[in-house]
């Protein structure tokens, strides 16, 4: 049974480029979270698919956005990067519950430096 | 919005001695959930708590939820190597549909041996 599983491990880019970050949930999840944690914070909340449709989104710039395929893996795209966007980004999936309580399984996450 | 605060940032501990992080939310929760992150790793998750006033017990670990359901923590009896790490809360709203999960800056622990 596999985990979630995310692509690349590590990346780094210039400021002003555009980044692709890749995520396949747990086997039987329907759901994809996507968080930004900078180094010694907690995980901040970017947004989450469900349904190929972004059903929530936290407190960040439109230069961040995303996507859900019928197999429910997801892309997170950040444009324009700024020196600011280096951390490590974390993909969580879970199975929609009817009360939002579903546990997260985080994948290993892809760290991007921008330099 | 919505706030999780979590103390202490740090804890040194010696093996065997007790460790207990507190977490504290601007707002009202549904329901809290605790992760561990190893140093280099990824969250994974501990446990979750709903009712107000719950008690949850896994081996050495202790969850509480507060009655206001504003606040837990989380206690470690006699801590081994084993335990170190960085433990995060994580709450969810009551009101509106959010469904996000809020995360605490979490307690990084340290267990000397």
């Known amino acids: 049974d596999a985990g979630v599983t995310q692509s690349p491990t590590h990346l780094i880019k210039t400021r002003g480029q555009q980044v692709t970050l890749r995520c396949s949930p747990k086997?039987?999840?329907?759901?994809v979270s996507w968080y930004q944690q900078a180094l010694g914070q907690g995980p901040q909340f970017i947004f989450q698919y469900y349904e190929e449709e972004e059903r929530q989104r936290g407190n960040f710039p439109d230069r961040f956005s995303g996507h859900q395929f019928p197999n429910y893996s997801s892309e997170l795209n950040v444009n324009a990067l700024l020196l600011g966007d280096s951390a490590l980004y974390l993909c969580?999936?879970?199975?929609?519950?009817?009360?939002?309580?579903?546990?997260?399984?985080f994948g290993s996450g892809t760290q991007l430096s921008v330099l | 919005g919505q706030q999780v605060m979590q103390i202490p940032q740090y804890q040194h501990v010696q093996e065997g001695e007790d460790f207990t992080t507190y977490c504290n939310s601007s707002?009202?929760?549904?329901?809290i959930q605790w992760y561990k992150q190893r140093p280099g790793g990824h969250p994974v998750f501990l446990i979750q708590?709903?009712?107000?006033?719950e008690v949850k017990k896994q081996k050495r670990l202790t969850f509480q939820f507060g009655e206001a359901k504003k606040n837990s923590s989380l206690h470690i009896t006699a801590t081994q190597t084993t335990d170190v790490g960085t433990y995060f809360c994580?709450?969810?709203?009551?009101?509106?549909?959010?469904?996000?999960?809020?995360f605490g800056s979490g307690t990084q622990l340290t267990v000397l041996p």
């Open positions: 086997s039987g999840h329907d759901t």
């Open positions: 994580a709450g969810q709203k009551s009101s509106g549909s959010a469904r996000q999960l809020t």
């Open positions: 969580a999936s879970s199975l929609a519950g009817a009360m939002g309580n579903e546990k997260l399984f």
């Open positions: 707002t009202t929760l549904s329901n």
């Open positions: 708590l709903v009712k107000s006033g």
